[in-house]
């Protein structure tokens, strides 16, 4: 059984920050990759940035230079640090983990609100 916390979530002027994070607990041994995705109001749900367990990093690129993924391993958590919000970041942000044992599947957090005002 693996839970994902999200939190850090709310509202924000266009060109303010918010930071997500994201914690994992319980069976979370074959976490192999982490990841924020998010779902805009009638739109499907797209990757934003995604961090492996050896650091490698991947982003969407229409969050590239605005957005930072970090993870502490041993915390089991997944941060997005957003900055230059746009309107257009709003969404529903959710936390995923991927997992290898005993074969692949993927875990979600529960997603939190942002709403970037313009």
């Known amino acids: 059984q693996v839970q994902l916390v999200e939190s850090g979530g709310g509202l924000v002027q266009a060109g303010g920050s918010l930071r997500l994070s994201c914690a994992a607990s319980g069976s979370t041994f074959s976490i192999f990759s982490m990841g924020w995705y998010r779902q805009p109001p009638g739109k499907q749900r797209d990757l934003v940035a995604s961090?492996?367990?050896?650091?490698?990093?991947n982003y969407a690129d229409s969050v590239k230079g605005r957005f930072t993924i970090s993870r502490d391993n041993a915390k089991n958590t997944v941060y997005l640090q957003m900055n230059s919000l746009k309107p257009e970041d709003t969404a529903v942000y959710y936390c995923?983990?991927?997992?290898?044992?005993?074969?692949?599947?993927?875990?979600w957090g529960q997603g939190t609100q942002v709403t970037v005002s313009s």
């Open positions: 961090i492996t367990n050896g650091g490698s990093i």
């Open positions: 995923n983990a991927d997992f290898s044992y005993p074969r692949r599947w993927t875990s």
